[in-house]
């Protein structure tokens, strides 16, 4: 499963239940999704880059407390911005959450397409 791949599906779910939601939720509806979308791509590349960073592919190496206190910071921010929407009622956070799981659901897409395709001969 390729970074690129994750990212196109990501883009497709997103397009894709953003137009059911301003279809069926209205306007705000469909802006909370993609808003939720792309706080999913930003999450993504957040996690890909702490990940490499975890394996030692970057040039200045860190703590382990260091790691966790970013790794937890991460879910901290999305958890403050989410209390945010919820609370000034700006956009539907049921419809954020459902933009946010993006990632959630390109992962089980692609892993289903690669249990259930043909495989390659060699």
Known sequence: MSHRGILIMMSAIIALVS?????????????????????????????????????????VPETTATLAIKYFL???AILCLLLAIFWTNVLPVTAVIIGLSAFALAVM???MGSIFSRPETR
């Open 19 to 59: 137009v059911v939601g301003f279809i069926l939720g209205g306007i705000g509806f469909g802006i909370g999704v993609l808003f939720g979308g792309g706080l999913s791509f930003v999450n993504y590349l957040w996690l890909a880059r702490s990940t490499r960073v975890m394996l030692g592919e970057n040039a």
């Open 74 to 76: 991460r879910y901290a």
């Open 109 to 111: 897409v692609r892993g």
